[in-house]
């Protein structure tokens, strides 16, 4: 019995010395893949991770540049974040606030240099709809109207920016004595934003200066509709 039993061992230790040989290869490379892609995983977790820590640090520095109101501090803070974590949202936030620093100190141009990176390099499309939105008011107050308007054209904004970019397009313009076409993208804006937004009262005193009320406009909308219903 015992000898029948070292036989039959014996044939399944052949078969799996077979199988291995088949087959060993193919398992071991393919362990090696799977455990070195959870391995690249852990280590790409662990340095985004890292990144985003080092990012945070860099972006507190910019922040109290800022604060300082030393212009050449922020040059620096804002240059080392843009070439240390260009990828990061703290650095497209650098951007903006560091923008807006500069044109509270009057340098225009510095600013719309900041703005335009953000609204080329981020890569979010949140942050690049307010810098192409901020650009287009820098570029408005300059009265480079067409400059402006390619800022805030197209429909590459994200349906949370549409209103606001109507808006602005309105205001171009309107700066360029385009009354009809001020009122229609004013009325886009209106339309997209929400009753409850205070932004949409402000488009209503725009609208209202042209001579447009669009209050009532909806109101007798509403009143013909319900009339058609009725019938």
């Known amino acids: 019995m015992a000898k029948h039993l070292d036989l039959e061992e014996q044939e399944q230790l052949d078969q799996l010395k077979h199988f291995w040989k088949q087959y060993g290869d193919m398992i071991t490379w393919g362990l090696?893949?799977?455990?070195?892609?959870?391995?690249?995983?852990?280590?790409?977790?662990?340095?985004?991770?890292?990144?985003?820590?080092?990012?945070?640090?860099?972006?507190?520095?910019?922040?109290?540049?800022?604060?300082?109101?030393?212009?050449?501090r922020i040059d620096r803070s804002l240059a080392d974040m843009k070439e240390r974590f260009s990828g990061t949202a703290y650095a497209q936030q650098a951007g903006l606030l560091a923008a807006r620093a500069y044109y509270d100190k009057g340098n225009v141009d510095a600013s719309?240099?900041?703005?335009?990176?953000?609204?080329?390099?981020?890569?979010d499309e949140g942050y690049q709809?307010?810098?192409?939105?901020?650009?287009?008011?820098?570029?408005?107050?300059?009265?480079?109207?067409d400059e402006a308007l390619q800022q805030v054209s197209g429909s590459s904004f994200p349906k949370g920016f549409m209103a606001l970019a109507a808006d602005r397009r309105g205001?171009?313009?309107?700066?360029q004595g385009k009354k009809a076409e001020a009122k229609a993208e004013y009325e886009k804006a209106y339309k997209e934003l929400d009753e409850r937004a205070e932004y949409r009262r402000l488009v209503e005193v725009k609208l209202n200066a042209l001579g447009v009320d669009p209050a009532a406009?909806?109101?007798?909308?509403?009143?013909?509709?319900?009339?058609?219903v009725k019938k």
């Open 129 to 145: 709809a307010i810098a192409r939105l901020r650009l287009a008011g820098l570029l408005l107050e300059k009265k480079a109207y």
């Open 217 to 228: 406009q909806a109101k007798s909308a509403t009143e013909a509709s319900n009339s058609e």
């Open 32 to 72: 090696i893949v799977v455990l070195g892609a959870f391995a690249a995983w852990n280590g790409y977790q662990y340095w985004q991770r890292n990144q985003a820590a080092q990012a945070a640090v860099m972006y507190e520095e910019v922040e109290r540049s800022v604060q300082s109101g030393d212009v050449a």
């Open 112 to 123: 719309r240099a900041a703005l335009n990176w953000v609204a080329e390099k981020a890569s």
């Open 171 to 175: 205001d171009i313009f309107a700066a």
